[in-house]
Every structure is written in C-alpha cells, then in structure tokens.
T-cell receptor, first 112, second 116 residues
C-alpha cells in the first residue's frame, strides 16, 4: 500500500541555519505530495504542495521539489527562525483515493 | 473564509462514557474527512464524506465509532463506550475538487480526547 517515510527527529538547529527534512514515498501512479506543519497544541496547516513530477512547491521560504525518479519530496529552507519550531508532516494522496497518507512527522527545534 | 472549526477543543471523559465531536467545514467544501492522531504519530484516516454520503471507512473505525453529516454541512463523530485506547487528537479536514481531480485538504484545530 501507499506509505510515506520521513527522517526521524528531533532536528535541532541554530537560527539562520539551513534546513533539510527528508521525505520519500511509495505509491502507484502519480500521487500529489504535501508538507503540513503542526504547531504545539494545534491542528495541521498546509505548508506547500506539488501535484506532478518536477513541480516545486514553495511557501514562507520553504520549498520542496517532487522527484519522481527518487520518489522523494524533501523539505528545505535556507535560513530557519525560532518561530519555525514545529512538527512537519509529509503526506501523499492519489487521485481517486481521497485519503491523505502521512509520515510520522519530524520535530524541528530552532534555538536563538 | 473562517476555516474549519471543531468543537470541543478538549474533552476529558471516563472510560465507558459516550462522547460526540462536531466539525464545521469550510462553507463551499463538499468533502469532509476525519482523522485520528496519537502521540508522536502522523494522522490516520478514519472516514470520508462527499456531501451527506459516507463513502469510505477505515478498518480503524470500530463499531463503537459512528460519523454523520446529515445535511452535507457539519459533521459529528460519536464514540460509544470509550476506552483508554481512544485517547487521541481527532482531526477534521475539508476540501473540494480542483482542476484535474486534485484536491487540498484543510484541517481544523482538532479535538483532544483523554479517556480516564
């Protein structure tokens, strides 16, 4: 079945450091890929998405590129801030199969 | 756009009691989803509605769980005879179809359930 694998956390960085959170997926066909962010005690917020191979999703300085050949959708940001501290979830959905399939999440901790 | 809202935000109950949660989706969205998230895990799909029709249920949704969306607007999720293992965050999401059959789900803040 469909699955998403994320790098384990926590990822601990200093402010202004470069961020990469790895995400790989297994799915038949061409899924849509998403990154959601969850701040403490809150629900999930859509961060960015990509719907076809080589698409790049971007938002708030974060970006991720849909790589069909490596089945990956790694999240990157050039300079993290303390306010980016949260849990980040990679997810996929397939057309005709409405549910989202999530990874286990990666906690990011950014210190001043 | 007021976003997806859920009520209550927190619920503490005793084992064996029944609880009901409500979700109000984004007004123009015809699809509504329920997910469950346990500590340290990603959300897991429970069930899905298109308008008032419940089209898919996960095997995670035991017979103690029931969900309704009577008029295709808000939805309720009821858990009967709660067990400690039901303690989790219950998330609701809504969406509508975009071009090429794509969709993006928008989540509410969740209802955190603690069963004592």
């Amino acid at each position: 079945g469909d699955s998403v694998t994320q790098m384990e956390g926590p990822v601990t960085l200093s402010e202004e450091a470069f961020l990469t959170i790895n995400c790989t997926y297994t799915a038949t066909g061409y899924p849509s890929l998403f990154w959601y962010v969850q701040y403490p005690g809150e629900g999930l917020q859509l961060l960015l998405k990509a719907t076809k191979a080589d698409d790049k999703g971007s938002n708030k300085g974060f970006e991720a590129t849909y790589r069909k050949e490596t089945t990956s959708f790694h999240l990157e940001k050039g300079s993290v801030q303390v306010s980016d501290s949260a849990v980040y979830f990679c997810a996929l959905s397939r057309t005709g199969f409405q549910k989202l399939v999530f990874g286990t999440g990666t906690r990011l901790l950014v210190s001043p | 756009d007021t976003g997806v809202s859920q009520d209550p935000r927190h619920k503490i109950t005793k084992r064996g009691q029944n609880v009901t949660f409500r979700c109000d989706p984004i007004s123009e969205h015809n699809r509504l989803y329920w997910y469950r998230q346990t500590l340290g895990q990603g959300p897991e799909f429970l069930t899905y509605f298109q308008n008032e029709a419940q089209l898919e249920k996960s095997r995670l949704l035991s017979d103690r769980f029931s969900a309704e969306r009577p008029k295709g607007s808000f939805s309720t999720l009821e858990i009967q005879r709660t067990e400690q293992g039901d303690s989790a965050m219950y998330l609701c999401a809504s969406s509508s179809l975009e071009g090429r059959g794509e969709e993006t789900q928008y989540f509410g803040p969740g209802t955190r359930l603690l069963v004592l």
